[in-house]
């Protein structure tokens, strides 16, 4: 983890959205030449299920929270899909070695989960649709962006991940 967070009062939140963006890298390693489908709709519905019920339990409004994390779906596609067509261009850049999706990476993606959940919650008054929270929108982003170093398809996905965290 680097000795520098994003700032701001959104600056833990991205930094969690950064977290769940990267682990899409070990998602599209292995998926990557077994045939398996970027998109899984059980498994994606089984992510809203829980992130519905956990809102509840948080006394949040489950829509919101709903919508962000629909985002940070979306936002691991465009990583794995971005990543397979680099695959594909440049075969010396393909992951040596296949992370188990089950039992690896999709346990990682359950606790970065909670941990969302937990920062939605802790910014909920924040999160309202006006100048203010857009201005920390960009600033979270931005400065996760740069603390990660992160490359242009993966700044892509991170302004996916955000855009709804002003929408509550
Ligand atoms: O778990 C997977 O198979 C993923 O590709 C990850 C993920 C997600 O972001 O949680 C993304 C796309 C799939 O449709 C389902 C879930």
Not at 104 to 121: G, I
Request: glycine share 6%; aromatic share 4%; proline share 9%.
């Amino acid at each position: 983890a680097p000795a520098i967070a994003p700032v701001g009062p959104f600056g833990p939140l991205a930094e969690l959205v950064v977290r769940r963006v990267l682990l899409g890298d070990f998602v599209a390693a292995a998926k990557y030449g077994t045939g398996q489908p970027i998109d899984d709709p059980v498994r994606e519905q089984k992510i809203l299920d829980t992130v519905t019920a956990e809102s509840v339990r948080l006394g949040m409004p489950p829509e919101p929270s709903v919508r962000f994390f629909r985002a940070q779906i979306e936002a691991s596609k465009v990583v794995q899909r971005g990543l397979f067509s680099r695959w594909e261009r440049h075969p010396g850049q393909r992951p040596v070695r296949k992370p188990d999706l089950a039992t690896e990476v999709r346990p990682r993606l359950d606790e970065l989960t909670m941990e969302l959940l937990r920062e939605l919650h802790a910014t909920l008054q924040l999160r309202r649709p006006n100048v203010v929270c857009g201005i920390w929108r960009v600033e979270a982003e931005t400065s996760a962006d740069i603390v990660h170093r992160l490359d242009k398809l993966h700044r892509r996905a991170v302004a996916v991940s955000m855009r709804p965290i002003c929408q509550s």
